[in-house]
């Protein structure tokens, strides 16, 4: 059976008539305006003639400047190319900004300004403008002007000794800190979009989003409960014991056990059931004080089961705990295939392309994937067209090299 193609339709999504200037690169500007993206806005990728740094990482390349990861951070987005170090492509920009409710940068602080594109210069020619800036460490501290990139923040953030166990510090495998800056800056614009929906005089603002306070919201406040009442601290064991792996005959599974129901449920699986009424665990309140020994108590009984039978049984009665699947398993979970998680979308260019679905399900205006991720410079002359550009002024950009 074919793939379903992808048919470019009118936008459904809560933010269409939404036209978002994306100025973004590599990871975290770059999820961030996808989402706004998927929400029905209408996307423009600016980038420089050499594109996103993206284009040329994350393998396999379908052609020259087009990776799988470029199609994982850029769908439902158009791409024009403009050398913004240009006199010509400033202009450009501060010609059509009126025309643009969203823009999206992750330079380094100064960089908007040093180009003259800064929220003061844009925000003076439209002042409905949200301007989002997402930065490493803020506009202003001693870290302010510091390279930033996600390990760095991984390390400085202090969840990276924790993860590590018994042996060295280890970051997460993978984006973390930027991807939580991303999905943190589509709730600032959509904020910002709100305020300025509310406001008689239509004003935009300025949102500015760092990645070392995003990822110390996301990954602290559970390490943070012990130190929450300084000068008391009290480390006790708790977070190992919660957030660990159940190791079974033929692998892992991954559960808690906090509600009274959830604990007899699990008393009954592993045949148990006199740790039901113990003075320890029988209540939930003496059952979370006690949990790093009650972990001791259970780990040498699960690890007598398989995985899969584990987790079957376990579901039949009640306790929470399921399969601990690497990538390609939850690809094939059955709940994963029933929602349509992920969805195989034709590209009349490359063929069949795999995309992780939009997160949320809106029963008025469904979020959608509408378009493949684009070529460098792709869409240029069809959005500058839209902007209010004369085909003549496009060709004379063209000619000198403003634009691709």
Not at 147 to 159: K, S
Not at 373 to 393: C, F, K, N, V, Y
Request: some cysteine; overall charge negative.
């Amino acid at each position: 059976m074919s793939e379903p193609k992808m048919v470019i339709t009118e936008r459904s999504g809560p933010l269409t008539g939404i036209r978002v200037l994306d100025l973004t690169s590599v990871v975290s500007g770059p999820i961030c305006t996808q989402a706004l993206g998927d929400l029905g806005a209408d996307v423009i990728k600016l980038e420089s003639p050499t594109g996103d740094q993206t284009r040329y990482s994350g393998a396999p390349f379908k052609e020259p400047l087009f990776s799988a990861m470029h199609t994982q951070m850029n769908r439902n987005k158009r791409s024009l190319v403009v050398d913004l170090k240009s006199e010509a492509g400033r202009d450009l920009v501060l010609e059509f900004i009126p025309r643009i409710d969203v823009l999206v940068e992750n330079f380094r602080p100064d960089v908007m300004d040093r180009l003259g594109l800064g929220y003061e210069a844009l925000s003076s020619r439209h002042p409905g403008l949200i301007f989002a800036s997402i930065n490493g460490f803020g506009s202003d501290g001693p870290y302010a002007s510091l390279p930033a990139y996600d390990q760095l923040m991984q390390g400085l953030v202090g969840v990276m000794p924790a993860q590590g166990g018994d042996g060295p510090p280890k970051p997460v495998h993978g984006p973390i800190a930027d991807k939580t800056s991303g999905v943190i800056a589509v709730g600032a614009v959509l904020a910002a979009l709100f305020a300025r929906e509310r406001d008689p005089e239509k004003q935009g603002q300025r949102v500015e989003v760092a990645m070392l306070d995003a990822y110390a919201s996301f990954a602290l406040p559970d390490p943070m409960t012990p130190r929450a009442f300084p000068p008391d601290f009290e480390e006790n064991g708790m977070s190992d014991a919660f957030f660990r792996a159940w190791e079974t005959a033929d692998g892992h599974v991954v559960g808690l056990v906090i509600q009274d129901r959830q604990f007899t449920a699990l008393c009954r699986v592993l045949d148990r059931m006199e740790l039901a009424t113990d003075p320890r665990f029988e209540q939930m309140g003496t059952r979370l004080g006690n949990y790093v020994e009650l972990v001791a108590t259970l780990e040498d009984d699960i690890r007598k089961w398989s995985s899969a039978d584990f987790v079957a049984r376990a579901r039949e009665e009640g306790a929470t705990f399921g399969p601990v699947n690497d990538v390609e398993a939850f690809l094939d979970d059955p709940q994963v295939r029933h929602r349509e998680t992920v969805r195989i979308l034709d590209d009349e260019r490359f063929g069949p392309t795999r995309y992780l679905a939009p997160p949320w399900n809106f029963n008025r205006t469904p979020a959608s994937i509408d378009r493949h991720a684009p070529r460098l410079g792709e869409h240029s002359e069809e959005i500058l067209l839209e902007l209010g550009l004369e085909q003549a002024s496009i060709d004379a950009l063209r000619a000198g090299n403003t634009i691709r």
